[in-house]
């Protein structure tokens, strides 16, 4: 079964909405979660790290005061893209690492558009 | 750094053709090595992986062996179906969870 839930799935909404993505760790409490990007055709974009309890570290060139990265708890982290635009439209998925030699776990995805 | 070369796709198959998609990479540790594979419209499936050097990691008939004098990680499968229709990704990771994913190879099967 999945191990890593993520919510909603797809979203559609004006530009300047803010927009709240989910993403729930289901078998085990992660201290750690991922927040990817993608592009239509290219490869997944890391642009954060969600550390539980503490300020997300966002990759190079990634806003974080429009990626707003909440990981209030072992099994729930959130991203929310604010006053959203057109050009923020992409394919989100989040993903939670087990550490050592094991593989991440990824939810989903939630597909962005903005109109 | 660390990064992972990936060949260009698309990559158009006629049924129970053989597969090959080649993966390099460049590490400066002892990665750990992955593919995955995304379906249309959806998230990201681990579809197999390796540890160190000689491992080959196999599932639902695909295949990749971890070669570390070529750095590299090809997956292959002797035989694809149209249900094998997917973009695939080689991955990295080599310490804490940082991966590293190729562009992704994207994979037609016709019947």
């Known amino acids: 079964g999945a191990v890593v839930s993520q919510h909603p799935s797809r979203v559609i909404c004006k530009s300047g909405t803010s927009v709240k993505i989910e993403c729930r760790s289901l078998?085990?409490?992660?201290?750690?979660m991922f927040w990817y990007r993608q592009f239509p055709k290219q490869s997944l974009m890391l642009m954060a790290t969600?550390?539980?309890?503490?300020?997300?570290?966002?990759e190079q060139g990634v806003e974080k005061d429009k990626f707003l990265i909440n990981h209030a708890s072992l099994t729930l982290s959130t991203l929310t893209v604010t006053s959203a635009h057109p050009e923020d439209s992409s394919f989100y998925i989040c993903?939670?690492?087990?550490?050592?030699?094991?593989?991440?776990?990824f939810g989903d995805g939630t597909r962005l558009s903005i109109l | 750094g660390d990064s992972v070369t990936q060949m260009e796709g698309p990559v158009t198959l006629s049924e129970e053709a053989f597969l090959t998609i080649n993966c390099t990479y460049t590490?400066?540790?002892?990665?750990?090595l992955f593919w995955y594979v995304q379906y249309p419209g959806e998230g990201l499936q681990l579809l197999l992986k390796?540890?160190?050097?000689?491992d080959k990691g196999s599932n639902k008939g695909f295949e990749a062996t971890y070669r570390k004098e070529t750095t590299s990680f090809h997956l292959e499968k002797g035989s694809v179906q149209v249900s094998d229709s997917a973009v695939y990704f080689c991955?990295?990771?080599?310490?804490?969870?940082?991966?590293?994913f190729g562009t992704g190879t994207s994979l037609t099967v016709i019947p």
């Open positions: 991955a990295l990771r080599e310490t804490g969870n940082q991966f590293y």
């Open positions: 078998d085990f409490q992660a201290t750690t």
């Open positions: 969600s550390n539980e309890g503490s300020k997300a570290t966002y």
């Open positions: 993903s939670v690492g087990v550490g050592g030699n094991q593989p991440q776990h």
């Open positions: 590490a400066t540790g002892y990665p750990s």
């Open positions: 390796a540890t160190k050097a000689d």
